[in-house]
């Protein structure tokens, strides 16, 4: 009887719970859906209309499926996808989205305002109205070109200024802007205090700016130890 209640899957299940001995998981191999033959997915429409070459990888290798959140559209924008991501909090991405499309739409109505009160056509030409070229020339205004990464030298630990990667640079630019909307007052509305960084980061000006060239000058100060890196 005690053997027949030892089998059984509850009593099983009940032991498994409440011992301590550890489990072993998959590897994570046998969870992937795709092993490492398959080709990521062409989003670009001007390739995807082009002829396949003869000597084309694509030919011969299999094409991973499209995630959910990518798309041909002329809409679909990668950085506006990350950036939706890095905005992103507990997982509501709707809430996320409709924030950045209001930060679009508020930049967007902001330069039609000013191109509206503009009486000279060389000024109208002056005036940037899309809303995504603001958005990107702002990020590329924040991103770092050198970083500190700490290194350990005989014991010691130096902070040594290295080169960013572009993955890096794009991230770090994303995070003290969605940091440096958080820090303000809640009562202004998440899509316009991010307008308003873009727009000071569009310029040359504001936190996320001063925040860069903080970073560069504290590897202007440790460039004494870079020589540490190799």
Request: glycine share 4%.
């Amino acid at each position: 009887m005690a053997a027949s209640c030892v089998r059984t899957p509850i009593f099983q299940a009940f032991l498994l719970r409440h011992s301590k001995r550890v489990v072993p998981l998959l590897p994570h191999i046998r969870t992937l859906r795709y092993d490492v033959n398959h080709q990521e997915p062409t989003i670009d429409k001007s390739k995807l209309f082009g002829t396949i070459e003869e000597d084309d990888i694509r030919r011969f290798k299999p094409i991973k499926a499209a995630t959910n959140d990518q798309s041909t559209s002329v809409f679909y924008s990668a950085t506006l996808e990350k950036f939706i991501n890095m905005v992103m909090k507990d997982g509501k991405k709707l809430a996320a989205r409709k924030i950045v499309n209001e930060m679009l739409e508020n930049i967007k109505m902001t330069q039609v305002e000013k191109f509206n009160r503009c009486e000279n056509e060389k000024e109208k030409m002056e005036i940037e109205c899309n809303p995504e070229i603001i958005f990107n020339q702002g990020l590329e205004n924040i991103k770092p070109v050198l970083m500190l990464t700490p290194i350990i030298k005989g014991g010691v630990s130096y902070k040594v200024p290295v080169a960013c990667p572009v993955h890096r640079q794009k991230f770090l630019a994303m995070k003290w802007l969605v940091e440096s909307c958080r820090d303000r007052e809640r009562k202004i509305p998440m899509g316009k205090k991010l307008a308003y960084e873009i727009f000071d980061a569009y310029k040359n000006e504001g936190k996320c700016v001063r925040r860069k060239q903080e970073l560069l000058r504290q590897c202007e100060e440790n460039r004494a130890f870079a020589h540490f890196r190799y």
